[in-house]
C-alpha cells in the first residue's frame, strides 16, 4: 500500500528520510478568505498540501481561496490537496476545489462527510473504530464508492474509555500514559476492531484502553489492500515513534 505520511514543516527532514511521499501540513485559510502558509523551503516540489480548518473563521471558503490553492499546486508540483476537515460545513467550496484540481490533474482526498459533493475526489476512510467491524465498515464503503475511490485514513487509536460506554466516545491518551496504564496487564486483539486492547481498575469502576500499533496498523493496511484500497494516510505525530517499523529500511 502505498503511504502518504502528513507532516509538519518542524518534522519535514526526519520525514524525508523514510518516505518521499509527503504531504505537508501547512495551510489553512485566513479571516479575509486568503491563503495562509506556514513557512516551507522555497525550494520544496511535490508531494501534497493539507489545507486544515483549525480556527478558520466561519465564511473564508470562496473562489478566491480555490484558485490560490490551486495555484499553490501548479507552482509546487504537489500532486493535489488532502482537506483536514473536523469543524467546518464548506461543501460548495469543497466541490468546486474538486473541479478545479481535476482541471490540472491534481488530486483532492476529502472526509467521507464530503463524498456526495464531489465528482472526482477520493474518499478518507477512518480506520479507528471503537465498536462494530474494520472489514464490514471497509466492504460497505468499497460497495459504495468503489476501491479506487478509497484512501485509508489510518488514525491512531489511543483511547481510554469507562465502562459500560454507550456514546463509544472516550479520552485520548498520549503515548506515555498508555505505557504506564498497559505496564505489567495483559493485552488482547481485537478481530473485529484490528485494534488491541486491555482493561483495568480505576476506584470502583472499569475501565478500557483500545490502541493501534505498528502491527495492527499494518493489518488494517492488509485489510483494505484485500479489498482492492491501494493508498493510505499517516499523520507523523501519530506514528513518529513507530516509523522504523512501518517503513522498513
Given at each position: 500500500m502505498q503511504l502518504t505520511l502528513a507532516v509538519t514543516p518542524d518534522d519535514l527532514t526526519h520525514a524525508k528520510s523514510y518516505t518521499p511521499y509527503l504531504a505537508h501540513v501547512a495551510y489553512r485559510a485566513g479571516s479575509d478568505g486568503h491563503l495562509l502558509r506556514a513557512t516551507l523551503p522555497s525550494q520544496l516540489r511535490g508531494g501534497m498540501?493539507?489545507?486544515?480548518?483549525?480556527?478558520a473563521p466561519a465564511s473564508p471558503w470562496g473562489e478566491g481561496l480555490v484558485q490560490e490553492l490551486t495555484q499553490e499546486c501548479l507552482q509546487r508540483n504537489y500532486a493535489g490537496v488532502i482537506l483536514d476537515f473536523e469543524e467546518t460545513t464548506a461543501s460548495g467550496f469543497v466541490g468546486s476545489l474538486d473541479n478545479a484540481l481535476h482541471r490540472y490533474h491534481r488530486r483532492l482526498f476529502v472526509p467521507e462527510s464530503y463524498a456526495a459533493h464531489t465528482t472526482y475526489a477520493l474518499i478518507l476512510i477512518n480506520t479507528a473504530l471503537s465498536g462494530g467491524s474494520l472489514s464490514e465498515r471497509?466492504?460497505?464503503a468499497v460497495s459504495q464508492f468503489g476501491a479506487s475511490r478509497l484512501v485509508l485514513d489510518l488514525q491512531r487509536l489511543l483511547m481510554d474509555f469507562p465502562l459500560p460506554c454507550p456514546q463509544g466516545e472516550g479520552a485520548v491518551l498520549s503515548l506515555d500514559s498508555l505505557r504506564d496504564l498497559q505496564q505489567g496487564r495483559a493485552v488482547y486483539f481485537s478481530e473485529e476492531l484490528c485494534a488491541r486492547?486491555?482493561?483495568?481498575?480505576?476506584?470502583?469502576a472499569t475501565r478500557f484502553v483500545l490502541f493501534d500499533d505498528a502491527d495492527t496498523l499494518r493489518r488494517k493496511m492488509q485489510l483494505g489492500e484485500n479489498?482492492?484500497?491501494?493508498?493510505?494516510?499517516?499523520?507523523?505525530?501519530?506514528v513518529a515513534d513507530i516509523?522504523?517499523?512501518?517503513?522498513?529500511?
Open positions: 498540501a493539507v489545507l486544515s480548518d483549525r480556527d471497509l466492504t460497505q486492547y486491555f482493561t483495568y481498575r480505576r476506584g470502583n479489498l482492492g484500497i491501494g493508498e493510505g494516510c499517516l499523520m507523523y505525530p501519530e516509523l522504523d517499523c512501518l517503513y522498513k529500511k
